[in-house]
């Protein structure tokens, strides 16, 4: 029997005709929405608008829909009843997520609400959230839009949409009016109809995406991160190594705000820390304090071990010694941990390498050693740059 998790539109959960299968076992799909229905319920949301009741206490109903989010037992469309154990037992089997990812990010969205300053003002205006599928921390996006707009759309990845779905459930659970929510998992192509349809958007990405959506009005675009660590003249590797290792492998390596590129500043010191930083790396074991996340797609992890192989240039090594993708004793597909080291002392003029700032969903890192010019251009294009404390 197939499961179909379903749209929530108009105020209910709601099957589509177009569908597609997710993720992970056999005989579990994903409602679409298409274009022409979206733009039907945009006519719909600005005749039902004017009728709505105030929506007050928003915060309140945020802080408690986290809560159901993380713990609570909640009536997903096409899902059924789905208890905390069951979310993350989906997650596991469809998008590879293993539970103590699962527990930190619902943590992390809880703590990102409880950290807010005073609430913003509500506004008239329908938002859309289009979410990644590497991690489902960025539904806070959805949170902020809620309770600042009249009402939210959400466009959830198709390679991840259960996480999506569920924080839906929960508003509803929280008390949400339901009119002033909607989930609208849709294709690739209907994004563009999606951002035309509402008032004000907030777009996660990769460079390809963020380059297709740049110029639509009303837009907040998160696209890559590059980040990077500086590593200064006379740092020690066994001082470097530690510092390192949880801003490259954590949260298996999802974020974009993981290093990607570590800048040692002093010529000569690349190469021995990168040796140190390979070995750590190799010592994570998949189910660990950094724990890997699975690949679930056929030839995911295969693909996206290739991009760090494709991208090298005579003279670079890739240190790490283990094989870039292994299966588990569980049949389980990871990418392994990479690091790559980029000999020679870089000028400003290097800085376009094609793996610098390099993002994959799984753990990997750069490391080279650069002039003060190169140290600029290369920090001038990344959204996350490290300096250890003093």
């Known amino acids: 029997m197939t499961a179909v998790l379903r749209a929530f539109r108009r105020g209910e959960w709601r099957p589509s005709l177009d569908r597609e299968p997710l ?21 719909w949301w600005d005749g039902t608008l004017p009728d709505l009741p105030p929506l007050t206490r928003r915060r309140e109903h945020l802080l408690s829909a986290v809560e159901l989010f993380d713990h609570a037992t909640l009536a997903v469309g096409g899902v059924g009843e789905q208890s ?3 979310f993350r037992a989906a997650l596991w089997e469809s998008a590879g997520l293993p539970r103590p990812l699962v527990d930190r990010w619902c943590a992390m969205l809880r703590d990102g609400l409880l950290a807010r300053g ?40 198709r390679r991840e949409p259960l996480s999506a779905a569920r924080l839906v459930a929960a508003l509803l659970a929280a008390g949400w009016p339901p009119a002033r929510v909607g989930l609208y998992p849709a294709a690739q192509g209907t994004l563009k109809g999606l951002l035309r349809l509402t008032d004000r958007q907030v777009v996660y990405g990769g460079a390809g995406l963020a380059a297709s959506v740049r110029d639509s009005p009303g837009l907040t675009l998160h696209g890559p991160g590059r980040g990077c660590a500086l590593v200064p003249p006379g740092m020690p590797a066994d001082e ?19 290093v990607r590129t570590v ?16 070995a750590a790396l190799d010592a994570l074991p998949p189910d660990g304090e950094l724990p890997l996340s699975a690949f679930r797609e056929p030839g995911a992890a295969e693909s ?15 240190l790490t010694r283990l094989p870039p ?57 990344s959204l996350f740059v490290y300096r250890p404390a003093k």
């Open 23 to 43: 993720p992970g076992p056999a005989g579990r799909e994903l409602s679409l929405v298409p274009e022409i229905v979206a733009d039907a319920d945009r006519r």
């Open 118 to 157: 005073d609430a913003p003002e509500p506004d008239g205006l329908l938002a859309l959230v289009a979410l990644p599928g590497n991690t489902f921390t960025c539904l806070e996006s959805v949170c902020d839009q809620a309770e600042r707009s009249a009402g939210v759309w959400v466009r959830p990845s």
């Open 325 to 381: 993708v292994t299966r588990s004793t569980t049949d389980d597909m990871y990418a392994r941990p990479q690091l790559a080291l980029l000999e020679g002392h870089f000028s400003a003029a290097d800085a376009s390498h094609p793996l610098i700032g390099h993002e994959v969903p799984f753990p990997f890192a750069t490391v080279l050693s650069a002039s003060p010019e190169a140290v600029r251009a290369i920090t001038a294009e």
């Open 240 to 258: 470097a190594v530690p510092w390192l290792l949880p801003l490259v492998a954590a949260d298996s390596g999802r974020f974009c705000s993981n």
């Open 263 to 278: 800048v040692c500043e002093a010529p000569g010191a690349a190469r021995p820390l990168a040796l140190a930083l390979a």
């Open 84 to 86: 905390a154990e069951d």
């Open 304 to 318: 996206a071990a290739r991009t760090v192989s494709d991208r090298l240039r005579p003279g670079d090594r890739v």
